[in-house]
Structure formats: C-alpha cells, structure tokens
C-alpha cells in the first residue's frame, strides 16, 4: 500500500479502505488527498522522543511520500508555512530527528540552479518504531485470545463452590 493514496476525481478506482474513509470524513476530504501514518509512532511518540512539532513535520513530510523510492523533498520554508512556525524552527527539529536516526537528509543538487531542497530518508524512523509496531501487535493478539476465551466461557454453566457440610 502505498504510503499517501490520492485519487482522482472521475477515475472509479477506490479501495475498501478509502471507501470506509469516505464514510468518516467525506468524499471531497478523501479526494484532495490523504496521508498514512502508522499509528505506533502517535501510540509511542513518548517513547521514541518525537515532540508534538516533530509529529507534524513528519505529517507534512509524509504528505509528500507516495512511493517508497521516491522521497519527498518539501522546503523547510513550505513545512513552516503550513505547520505555522518559522523555518528556523522546522531546521532545528528536523536536525534534531536527524541527529536521534529517525530522518536522513539527503542533498539533492540540480543540473543548472545549484543546491536544491533536500530528499528525506524515513529509513530510521521505520526501523526505531518496528518494534513498537510488533508490541503493538502482540498487544491486539493478546485481547484477541483473551475476547475468544471469555466468548467461550459464555456458552458454560458457571461453576461454583458448594459446602460439603
């Protein structure tokens, strides 16, 4: 799946996951477009020791990320516009994420007009919150088995302690 699905208006082609959407938040939300982000970084934010500014630089990032081999490359000054700070700001935090692995700047330079924005590599993020991911999972299994033990005791006589007296 990719990690940002847009559709396009007219095109018929829509997942079950986007049609569940739709019912959410409205077609014309869905068909401007939307962004995937895996819910063990919001559940582990703490955790990983992403602040609520890092969160949302990383949406603003992912919003330009529809195919994992091509990375987005949005300008600091675009990321602050829409997160409502100063580009400083947006430098300062994604260095910080640079420095904890999570992002990878990567340069990228033009034929003709220099130093271009930068590409932003997710590859650490990905590997730091897997295993968040999998605590996660096992979590769910675990109320998945406790669910089916509990709906299999319903069918059962409740035993109960009697007095041999």
Known sequence: MATNSRTKAGTGSSSPELRTNEKKWGKPLMEAGWTLLPN?????????????????ILLHLMA????????????????????????R???RRIAAMEKAGFIQRVRRQGPHRGTQTN???????????????????EERAERAKEQ????????????????RD
């Open 119 to 137: 590409f932003y590599d997710f590859s650490g993020l990905i590997k730091e919150a897997t295993p968040y991911a999998k605590k996660l999972l």
């Open 64 to 87: 330009y990320w529809w195919k994992k081999e091509e990375l987005p490359h949005p300008s600091k000054v675009t990321l602050a516009k829409s997160i409502g700070v100063t580009p």
């Open 89 to 91: 700001t947006v430098q």
């Open 148 to 163: 089916a033990t509990r709906a299999a005791r319903k069918g059962r006589p409740l035993l109960k302690l009697v007095d």
């Open 40 to 56: 063990a970084l919001l559940v582990h934010q703490s955790a990983l020791g992403l602040t609520s500014t890092d969160i949302n």
